[in-house]
C-alpha cells in the first residue's frame, strides 16, 4: 500500500522559509523558525530549547546558553504562546561544570495540558517552545511519533522536520541512537564530506569534551532544534550514545588498550547524555545507568520504556566466534540451544525487571487499553532466508559488485541462523523471560516500539508456546541507512521480501527508506502510519505514507489489518 501523506497547507510559506519541499508550515513553526533564523537569538541559544521527561504535573524543559562563567539564567512557562499568561518562571545559573546546559523541571502544571515555555539569558530571549503534560481520566485519542538512529553524516534530519510540522503529533519517542560515536573518518564518512556533515569533534568520541561537543553538533541542527521546540520528548538510548554494542561490562567499538576504562568511558558518555537531554535525573539513590520510566496516558495508554544496553545486558555473542564450527544442522541445533539459549545470558536488570512488571499490572489492572514498550532493539524471531538459492542472479547488476557481507549472509541463510545476534535473537531465554513477566501481568496485547535496524517493521510477536504477545513496530532511521541497500535497489528489496516470507513473525519491512512512524491510538484500534522522507541529502525533500497498518484486537490479542 503507497499512499500520498495527508497535506495540509501553507506549502508556498513553507518554501519561502526555508523548509523541505514538502513541508507544511503552520502558524507556530513560523513562530518557532522566526526565532531559528534570527542571529541575536541563535549567538546565546545556539542549541535551541527542548521539554521532555513528562508527568501529570510537569515536564522537564532545557537549554544551553552560548557563553563563559557563571550565567543567570531566567525561565517562564506559559499557557499561550505570546506568553501573557505565564504560570510557573524562576531564574537557574549554569556554567562549565554543566556544560552551560540549563534544565528545570517544571512543577504544578495541568494534566493534559499544552503550555508555552522560553529563556532569558545575556539580554536575549530564547525561541517558544512548545510542551503539554500526560492526560489523566478518559482519553479518545493520542498521537506520538517514533524515531531512531539520527546519524549526522548520512544526511539532513528531515523526518524531525515533518514531525515537528504534523499537528497531530503530541509527543515524539525517541528509541536512541540519537548520537553515534564515530569518528570522520568513520562509518557515513563519504556521505558526509559530500554534504559537509561531518562529526565534531574529528576523532571518535571518548571524553566528556567529546561527547559535550557531539550532543552540540546534533542539537545545532536545524531540524533538531525545530522538532525540540515542537513537541516533548519521551527518549531512552540505545548503544551509540556510548560506542557501539555496549554490555555490562565493555562495548565492542571500545578497546581498553587505547580508550582506557570501559566504565569510565560510559560514565561521561552517560553524564553528556543528561546534561545535553531534557531528561530527569536519577534520584537521590539512582544509577543513571537505569533510565527506565513509565508514561501513563489518562485510560487510554501506558508506556514503559526499558534499559537493554548497561544494567543487564551479558555478553553479545558473535557469529565470527561460532560460524566456523557450524558445519550440520546438528551443531546448529546446538548452537542455538546451548550458546544462545543459556538461560544464564540476562538481556534486562532484575530491577527492571520489577518495575515493568509493577506498570504493566497496574496498565491492566486499571483498564487502560493499551500497553507499550519502548523498546531500542528488534523483538520478533527474525532468521535470514537461504537468500543464495532464492535470488535469481539478474536480481543484482553485477555478481561481482556484491559487499563482502553477502558471503556470511548466505551462510546464515543456508543454516536458517538470527539474522543479529545483538537483538533479542541473540538472548532468546531472557526474552522468554520478559514474554512470562508480561503475561504473568496480564498483558499479553503488547504494542512494542523499536528502534535500531534502519529498517521499518510490522511484526506479530508469539512465545514459545505460540501464545500471542502482541506486535512491534518497527522505525526506520532517520539518516542513518538500512542494511542491505549496499546490494542495490532491486537487491534490497528482494531480500526485504524473503525476511517477510521467510519468517512467521514479520508481516512487512522494508530496509530502504528513511523517516519515522507515526502511531494514534485510540479506545478500539490503533493507526500505525510508515512515514518516509525521499532524500536525506538535502533540505528540500517530499514526505510519503509507505504503509499505513490498522492494530486491533481479537480475541484478545492483537492483529494487523492494512
Known sequence: MSNSYPRRKFIKAALAAGLGSGALLSAWCTKVLAALNDLEISKVFEHGIASGDPTHSGVVIWTRITANGRVPVGWQVAIDDEFDNIVEQGESITDGASDHTVKIEVKNLRPGETYYYRFLAEGTTSGPGRTRTLPVGPLNRLGIAVASCS???FGYFNAYEEIAIDQDIQFVVHLGDYIYEYGAEGWGSKQGKLLARTHLPSHEIVN???????????????ASRLMHASHPLIVTWDDHESANNPWVGGAQNHQPEREGDWHVRRKVALQAFYEWMPVREPTIDGKREELWRHFSFGDLASMTTLETRHTGRSLQVTYSDHLGGITGLSQRNQFLDEVLGDPHRTML???MEGFLAAKLKDSVDSGQAWRILGNQIPMARTHVPNVASRLARDTFSSLDSLPDSYRNLSRLGELDLPLYLDTWDGYPAAREKLYDLCRESGANDLIVLT??????WANELFNNANESMGVELGTTGVTSPGDFESYGPQGAVAIDRLVSEHNNEVVWTDC???????LVLTQTSAQADFIAVDTVSSEKYVASLVRRMEIT???????FED
Open 512 to 518: 530502504t527508506r528513511r523517516g519515522f512512524i507515526k
Open 349 to 351: 536488570s532484575s530491577k
Open 208 to 222: 566528556l569534551a567529546d561527547y559535550r561537543q557531539r550532543h552540540g553538533q546534533y542539537k545545532a541542527d536545524r
Open 553 to 559: 484486537k481479537k480475541d484478545g490479542s492483537l492483529v
Open 151 to 153: 546519524n549526522y553524516p
Open 451 to 456: 528502534g535500531d535496524s534502519h529498517a521499518f
